[in-house]
């Protein structure tokens, strides 16, 4: 996948360990998983979402992760929105760099996770 950065191993056993905890849940052909960590999942209130791809695409377009943004920050808020800018995704349990979220696209049945800056040593 065009512009993923590599992430450390621990980072990679979390989401792991996510893909694992919610690969359960189920999908339809047309629905792709978001997971939320950290100070995003305290805005969302939940750990997952399980959405629709057509809910913020129009017939025919390309579905992006900065798509994807404006539809959650219009459902949870502009609370959200402070957050996701600073926030790093992983599509599929690769990482997406900064620069290409408005061109990485994204298809039903992805797995996508939104991973909060976080301080601390």
């Not at 926030?87 to 039903?108: G, R």
Request: aromatic share 8%; hydrophobic share 35%.
């Amino acid at each position: 996948m065009q512009g993923c950065v590599r992430a450390n191993h621990r980072t990679r056993s979390i989401l792991y360990s996510y893909h694992l905890l919610f690969r359960s849940i189920p999908s339809s052909p047309s629905e792709m998983k978001v997971l939320y960590f950290a100070a995003v999942r305290d805005i969302t209130q939940v750990e997952c979402d399980v959405i629709d791809v057509s809910t913020f695409t129009h017939a025919g377009a390309p579905r992006t992760l900065t798509m994807l943004t404006d539809h959650l920050v219009s459902k949870y808020g502009d609370k959200l929105r402070s957050i996701v800018d600073h926030a790093m995704y992983a599509v599929n349990m690769e990482y997406v760099d900064k620069d290409d979220e408005a061109t990485t696209q994204l298809s039903p049945n992805d797995e996508v996770a939104i991973i909060p800056p976080v301080s601390g040593g």
